[in-house]
RNA sequence: GUGGAUGUAGCUCAGCUGGUAGAGCCCCGGAUUGUGACUCCGGUGGUCGCAGGUUCAAAACCUGUCAUCCACCCCA
């Protein structure tokens, strides 16, 4: 394909058929959010570039599509929506309603390479909540998220969690000192990928010693046997012991209760059937952005595709008052559109397919005659809500029309020819069973709402 | 930003040690002027990703570049 006609790397175009898949996504997301309370909100898609790379490490400025406008001003492409919820809630904190609970779905742009499930041009849905401390909120998110997924038939999926202020107790027990802490982080996040002696190695780079790494490793050897909350109790007994800064400790045991009590939440969850519980998972070499979070943070992932995590999001409590308004505890989730749309879809290799057109009926007529009717029934189909398309071909021909609809996925196709004008109704055939009736507009009308 | 693989028709792909491009599917027209399939007949469609270079001659070889995929980095 030449280079002028072929979209922006990590950009895409989509297909009719693609987009009945990306809406009902989308509309699926944001019915749940409204289930849940969150009320939509937008903001730009650019904003200073200061603002949004205040508060993320040097890796993400990197990411970050910047322009100058003509005022020679410095902007930036948002690249997620938490520094720009920060922004829009500072300039508005005094008309909104506390906690503000909203949610936005919108693009967002990274400048990185592409890859399966990894463009330059994506949607995020997030939902968000500021104004609250407490672990009521995580779990309305988790909650949320579980109902979500299940809506959109997501398949087996597993929650990871972990939490901030744990990992930072951890951290300072194995004796890792603070200007170190994120690299020796950044490592033992790979774990799972490079392996024992990788992070070692990543440890030893960053002047991270081996002992370090082991006593991190030690204690957070937990029998993977024990259920988490017992997992976490006997974390809290080591860090006990081996914390001797009380502050530090404090804090860790903080992150330790609050785990447990999202643990203890999504197991008296499972008693409303929810999945949520079964799927939730402690992991404490999950680290995730460095950015901002300051408490529990999550992560969800397909167990049925390997593509990263689809969802993520934690506690970042800190995070307003770095626009100058009065510190508010907050949270959020975000969910990957793309990623959760390339799941479906490897999942169910003939969704795009299965899933009918928003069009329900397509009208031919044979001749000009038959064009008042015609006009007349689309009219009538159009007001009672159908999505009713009129031929607009020069020379009619019933057999490439039928083509053309069905094509469509249109499902059914009415015929309007001398017999059905003058007596005023239509001959309505099923595009699926190949049946077709006499009958008139109101019978037909009839026929497609209650399918 | 780093390393690897790939790039030929709308799609999936063939194309030998260099000799100037093919198949299947799709699409269009007809057999069939009020009915989708099948069949048959006919037809459209390619600056071989792009730009240089080597050569009498390049889809093929060399260099660069762009894009896609994969692995890093990082992340939804």
Same mark, same amino acid.
């Given at each position: 394909m030449s280079k002028l006609i072929q979209p922006p790397k990590g950009t895409r175009d989509f297909l009719p058929?693609?987009?009945? @898949?990306?809406?009902?996504?989308m509309e699926t997301i944001r019915g749940c959010f409204a289930l849940y309370g969150f009320i939509e909100i937008d903001s730009p898609v650019f904003e200073y570039f200061e603002l949004l790379s205040r508060k993320c490490g040097s890796e993400i400025e990197k990411e970050i599509y910047v322009f100058e406008d003509k005022a020679k001003r410095k902007l930036g492409l948002r690249f997620e929506f938490t520094s720009p919820l920060g922004r829009y809630y500072a300039t508005n904190a005094e008309k909104l309603t506390k906690p503000f609970k909203r949610y936005i779905i919108g693009k967002v742009y990274r400048y990185e390479n592409t890859q399966a499930g990894r463009y330059r041009e994506f949607y995020q849905a997030d939902a968000d909540i500021i104004g609250s401390y407490s672990m009521n909120a995580e779990n309305e998110l988790l909650d949320l998220a579980v109902f979500t997924l299940e809506k959109l038939g997501m398949g087996n999926y597993e929650i990871v969690i972990n939490n901030r202020k744990i990992l930072d107790g951890i951290i300072n027990a194995a004796g890792i000192g603070e200007n170190k802490k994120d690299a020796a982080l950044r490592a033992l996040d790979k774990t /799972?990928?490079?392996?024992?002696?990788?992070?070692?190695k990543e440890f030893?780079?960053?002047?991270?010693?081996?002992?370090?790494?082991?006593?991190?490793?030690?204690?957070?050897? @937990?029998? /993977?046997? @024990?259920?988490?909350?017992?997992?976490?109790?006997?974390?809290? $007994?080591?860090?006990?012991?081996?914390?001797?800064d009380e502050s530090i400790k404090n804090k860790t045991n903080e992150g330790i209760?609050?785990?447990?009590?999202?643990?203890?939440?999504?197991? !008296? /969850?499972? /008693?409303?059937?929810?999945?949520?519980?079964?799927?939730?998972?402690?992991?404490?070499? @999950?680290?995730?952005g460095l950015g901002y979070y300051t408490g529990p943070i999550f992560e969800i992932k397909s167990k049925d595709v390997a593509i990263?995590?689809?969802?993520?999001?934690?506690?970042?409590? #800190?995070?307003?008052?770095?626009?100058?308004?009065?510190?508010?505890?907050?949270?959020?989730?975000?969910?990957?559109v793309e990623r959760i749309i390339?799941?479906?879809?490897?999942?169910?290799k003939d969704i795009l397919k299965s899933l009918s057109s928003p069009i329900k009926l397509y009208i031919v007529y044979l001749?000009?005659?038959?064009?008042?009717?015609?006009?007349?029934?689309?009219?009538?189909?159009?007001?009672?809500?159908?999505?009713?398309?009129?031929?607009?071909? $020069?020379?009619? !021909?019933?057999?490439?029309?039928?083509?053309?609809?069905?094509?469509?996925g249109i499902e059914y196709f009415a015929v309007i020819g001398e017999?059905?004008?003058?007596?005023?109704?239509?001959?309505?055939? #099923?595009?699926?069973?190949?049946?077709?009736?006499?009958?008139?507009?109101?019978?037909?009308?009839?026929?497609? $709402?209650c399918n």
């Open positions: 058929e693609e987009m009945v @898949l990306r809406r009902k996504v /799972a990928k490079i392996g024992e002696a990788g992070v070692i030893k780079e960053n002047g991270i010693g081996e002992e370090n790494y082991r006593s991190f490793m030690r204690l957070i050897d @937990l029998d /993977a046997g @024990l259920e988490d909350s017992k997992k976490l109790a006997v974390l809290k $007994e080591r860090i006990s012991v081996d914390l001797k209760e609050e785990l447990s009590s999202i643990i203890e939440d999504r197991r !008296n /969850a499972k /008693a409303g059937k929810d999945p949520g519980f079964s799927v939730i998972k402690f992991d404490p070499l @999950l680290v995730r990263g995590s689809f969802a993520a999001g934690g506690r970042y409590d #800190n995070l307003v008052e770095l626009y100058g308004v009065r510190p508010e505890g907050a949270c959020g989730i975000s969910f990957g390339d799941i479906i879809t490897e999942r169910d001749s000009e005659n038959e064009r008042t009717f015609a006009l007349k029934t689309a009219n009538f189909f159009r007001i009672k809500g159908i999505n009713t398309e009129l031929s607009v071909s $020069e020379v009619p !021909n019933i057999g490439k029309e039928i083509k053309y609809a069905d094509r469509k017999k059905e004008a003058s007596e005023q109704k239509l001959t309505l055939k #099923n595009l699926k069973t190949r049946k077709e009736i006499f009958l008139s507009v109101e019978e037909a009308a009839e026929l497609i $709402e």
